[in-house]
């Protein structure tokens, strides 16, 4: 019996597993898949508080605890506003000594540490900023800076944890699977986006404070599991650097020698643009569905699992058409113009009340926004030298994360003061124009890059 299933086993991961599930051709004789999709689990974590965050948190806030869509923007916001800081927390994770002779262990302790913390006091911080019960009679500040330092935490967490994370499964990979393997981690955190959104909307289905709180603080428990099983014996402890490991510059000699590089700060700019368009309606999707569509939180929620199965979806296809010979700029390009006709989808939803075109938009949202990720990444690594991979990889996280935050916070400021003078319906929908305009800006600004790739 034990060696059929050993058998089974190895048939999975040597067969199915790279037929079927992106990017599993990433494993190695020394890196096998069982280990590497153990050590994804903290991108697991990562997609379940991305959904906590953007998806059930900011539907709660705005509909159900009444909470001002611009202040909830602005909490769903900054914790991204420090992702500029993510190359300085790769580059500071290649050059860290410890004495238990771990560099990116304790970066992603502490990152999970934070996340812990910020979940953990994060449901009775939204009670106090909602009014709810006796919390009324206290100032109205107590309930806004307890909910920032909870997003915060989050936020600082998660850019953490995925930073270090990203390069220690970059440091077991060997150099030509590298690419696929962070391509496998991206994936694992659409799916875990995908389970968390479908389990969380079950969870809240009948919505009550309590219920917020046992889901939130469940999240807390969960992710600090999951970290801790994802890092278990994955990285070899020496008190000595790998060679080439030490600083052979500081970080401002090799960020310069970085934008250095052929069309850098184009590409920096249109992987800006673009990821602003694609989330500027992160925080209004799911209060749109509740406010104008009417749909209940469980039904908002299944909207993430919808945006994130798109993107799933945007990234095998990418992947597969990338690795065949297709230029990843060409790849991003198919993704900004997909994106188009999904946020025309989406504005003619509301008058026309209709759902499914609804549910279809918030597809190919997804859809567009992962071919884009994906060609503007693979772009950045293949052009990146071998020194410098993980700086570009930090490079474009910290662009696309800053640019999806600012995004979020205007999304929800202009949704706010447009629906002020006329009307909800109004508001959500100069949103959606205005990221159809950004798209176009994206398009134009990739031209360049398309002519000399």
């Known amino acids: 019996m034990n060696r059929t299933r050993t058998q089974w086993v190895v048939s999975w991961a040597s067969q199915l597993g790279p037929r079927f599930l992106p990017f599993a051709d990433a494993a190695s004789e020394d890196l096998p898949l069982s280990r590497l999709l153990r050590l994804s689990l903290f991108q697991i974590s990562v997609g379940m508080a991305m959904v906590m965050l953007v998806g059930t948190l900011n539907r709660v806030m705005i509909v159900e605890m009444s909470v001002p869509t611009s202040l909830v923007s602005f909490m769903v916001a900054l914790p991204l506003l420090i992702a500029p800081f993510r190359a300085l927390i790769g580059f500071q994770s290649d050059h860290h000594r410890s004495h238990l002779g771990w560099r990116r262990v304790p970066f992603i302790w502490m990152g999970t540490l934070m996340q812990f913390g910020g979940f953990s006091i994060m449901p009775f911080a939204l009670l106090v900023l909602s009014g709810a019960g006796q919390s009324a009679q206290a100032p109205q500040w107590v309930g ?14 998660i850019h953490t944890t995925q930073t270090a994370g990203l390069a220690l499964a970059t440091d077991l990979a060997p150099q030509e699977k590298q690419a696929k393997v962070v391509g496998l981690m991206y994936v694992m955190q659409l799916m875990g986006m995908m389970s968390s959104a479908l389990v969380l909307g079950d969870l809240l289905a009948d919505y009550s404070p309590g219920a917020l709180i046992r889901v ?35 970080f401002q000699d090799s960020w310069r020698l970085f934008c250095e590089g052929p069309h850098t700060v184009r590409r920096l700019l249109a992987v800006g643009l673009g990821s602003m368009a694609f989330t500027m309606e992160d925080v209004l999707l799911e209060p749109y569905g509740g406010e104008i569509l009417k749909l209940s939180v469980s039904s908002t929620t299944l909207l993430t699992f919808t945006l994130a199965l798109g993107g799933l979806i945007g990234f095998a296809w990418a992947s597969r058409v990338i690795t065949r ?79 999806s935050g600012i995004g979020m916070a205007l999304g929800g400021l202009l949704r706010d ?37």
């Open 144 to 157: 806004q800076f307890g909910a920032a330092v909870a997003f915060i935490l989050v936020g600082v967490g």
């Open 417 to 453: 003061g447009v629906a002020q003078w006329t009307n909800s319906v109004t508001g959500y929908s100069a949103v959606y124009g205005i990221e159809v305009v950004m798209l176009l800006l994206t398009l134009v600004a990739m031209k360049p890059l398309l002519r000399n790739s």
């Open 325 to 403: 010979g297709a230029d990843p700029y060409q790849m991003a390009s198919w993704g900004a113009w997909t994106g188009l006709p999904a946020f025309v989808f989406i504005i003619l939803a509301a008058p026309l009340m209709s759902v499914p075109l609804f549910v279809l938009g918030v597809f190919l949202i997804g859809l567009g926004g992962g071919l884009f990720a994906h060609g503007t990444l693979t772009a950045s690594m293949n052009l990146a030298p071998p020194d410098q991979v993980g700086l570009a990889m930090g490079a474009w996280g910290a662009v696309q994360a800053t640019a």
């Open 216 to 250: 939130v603080q469940a999240v807390a428990v969960i992710t600090l599991v999951l970290n801790v099983v994802a890092v278990w014996k994955q990285e070899a402890r020496s008190r000595q650097r790998q060679p080439g490991a030490s600083p052979e510059a500081s």
